[in-house]
């Protein structure tokens, strides 16, 4: 299972990113996907999860600016975040969870780093 985030930069405040995350060594299609970020000093927190239906959820902190999306002919995982804000600084990483008919995978990405400032 091999997870690689991209993306990431400087932005300043009120910008957007788009980050992806390439997948391979699994049954892309078939599995959560989600994104988590760790800023300095704080714990790792989930962002958003998109399952193997489509369904997306969303952290309070990102609802209505950040969007999660997979594109399974191209393996590959998005988060397009809008109206960013310096609380939204962190390493951002991809991570495949549950399955919808195979074993759960827990694996990450390395991360990629968005800097949110002026």
């Known amino acids: 299972v091999q997870l690689v985030e991209s993306g990431g930069g400087l932005v300043q405040p009120g910008g957007s990113l788009r980050l992806s995350c390439a997948a391979s060594?699994?049954?892309?299609?078939?599995?959560?996907l989600s994104w988590y970020r760790q800023a300095p000093g704080k714990e790792r927190e989930l962002v958003a999860s998109i399952t193997f239906a489509g369904v997306t959820s969303y952290a309070d902190s990102v609802k209505d600016r950040f969007a999660i999306s997979r594109d399974n002919g191209k393996n590959t995982l998005y988060l397009q975040m809008n109206s960013l804000k310096s609380e939204d600084a962190a390493v951002y990483y991809c991570?495949?969870?549950?399955?919808?008919?195979?074993?759960?995978?827990?694996?990450w990405g390395q991360g990629t780093l968005v800097t949110v400032s002026s």
């Open positions: 060594g699994f049954t892309f299609s078939r599995y959560v």
């Open positions: 991570h495949v969870g549950r399955s919808q008919i195979f074993r759960d995978l827990d694996a």
